[in-house]
């Protein structure tokens, strides 16, 4: 019942169907359990779920061999002389494995995390045995080797800050502006839900006094996630320059 016959080809689309279902069965249950666990346990579930798709492409390829009519204790004999003579092929390989275990173990960056990695920075979709996956410029997913990962910079570890600056005339009396930020800042930071701490107020900047309109770059500095910098950026914008509107302070 071994070799080029219909009883072994119906054994070879057994096994590869059991090992679609393995496959697609162990996804389904780790985004589960991904799900309810933190960010690093959702890396682990990615990383075990990488791992079980090679193991199950191994089992396979092993059982299919056999029905076939390949000896399967050949191909585990001679295991020892393909390893050897893909080991210079296949260094990177083992070097991207290595690298994503280490990535997980130290707790480097996790799934969700914003990083910047060999100065390109972007959200880590995906951390699998070979690559990392991460969406940079807003839809673009950049595809980085493991091995290849050399500068991380985890953007998601502490709290990130968001500075905005204004530029007023020297005209305005600056006492005028102080209290009346000192006075809105924090209704302003109540508005929105991102901010974790702040608005503050951080004093003169700088002083222009060589232009024709003289001005005074007034500081204000707040926190958040790194994943909500731009939103928060744009909405203190937003709340001062109408604030200054209001009060009818003219920004340069």
Known sequence: MRGLNLFSLSSVLIVLGIAYLINLT????LRITGGFLSANGETVCRLLYSCLKYLTAFGALYYSHGYLGFPTSTVVASLGIVSLALSLGAKDLIADILGGIAIVFENSF????IVELNGKRGKVMELGMRSTKMKVDGSNILVLNNHD???ILNLSKESSRVKVEFQISNQEPLTKVEALL?????EIGAKCDKILSGPI???VISISG????????LGILA???QKDVEKVG????REISLLFEQEQIELK
């Open 182 to 186: 000192e006075q809105k800042l924090p």
């Open 210 to 217: 060589k232009s024709v309109q003289p001005t005074k770059t």
């Open 223 to 225: 926190t958040c996630e």
């Open 110 to 113: 996790q799934v969700g995390d």
């Open 149 to 151: 990962i050399r500068d």
């Open 26 to 29: 162990s996804d389904v249950i």
């Open 201 to 203: 107020y951080l004093g």
């Open 234 to 237: 744009l909405f203190l914008n």
